[in-house]
């Protein structure tokens, strides 16, 4: 594997560089939320500003709550009191997104750990892959702001979700 395949990251360790996937290529029955790449999202160069596209898969997992699981993300945090901020958010840019372009985000769970959830969002323009994040949520007490399991009524659709998905 050469430099050019890999991508190097913290403490320099390397990993695999990412291939895009077409947005067709998804499996049929993850989640999608379209969206406007808005003015406000941009930098002074018209080009969407990094911090503005993680706000963006955030937002789009705040509506696959309610849309696929059935549940509401603010009450998970008001009600609940399970905090679910990120433990972890790493990005990859395959092509720049635009002011005014038409996206889809795809929200699909790449893992669910005892007390954490990997999301893997994909960010497309047609069926051309422009970002892809991964984002880790820590489940946390909203009182002590302690890590806590992934409570079943949260663990029990994500599974479910995440079966429809890959099977």
Not at 81 to 99: E, I, Q, T, W
Not at 131 to 139: A, D, F, K, P, S
Not at 141 to 162: C, G, H, N, S
Request: with cysteine; glycine share 8%.
């Amino acid at each position: 594997m050469s430099a050019a395949d890999t991508i190097e990251g913290h403490a320099g360790l390397t990993r695999p560089r990412l291939t895009p996937v077409a947005f067709s290529a998804l499996p049929l029955a993850s989640f999608h939320t379209p969206r406007k790449i808005r003015f406000s999202d941009c930098d002074p160069a018209g080009i969407a500003y990094t911090p503005r596209l993680i706000d963006l898969m955030n937002g789009a997992v705040e509506d696959f709550f309610p849309e696929r699981l059935g549940l509401s993300y603010y009450d998970a945090i008001r009600v609940h009191g399970v905090g679910l901020g990120y433990g972890r958010v790493d990005c990859d840019f395959f092509r720049p997104v635009s002011m005014g372009d038409a996206v889809v985000l795809s929200v699909l769970i790449d893992r669910i750990g005892a007390g954490s959830i990997a999301w893997r969002v994909h960010l497309h323009r047609a069926d051309e892959e422009t970002v892809r994040g991964q984002l880790v949520t820590v489940t946390t007490d909203q009182k002590t702001r302690r890590a806590t399991p992934v409570p079943t009524w949260l663990r029990e659709p994500l599974e479910a979700y995440r079966q429809a998905v890959s099977g």
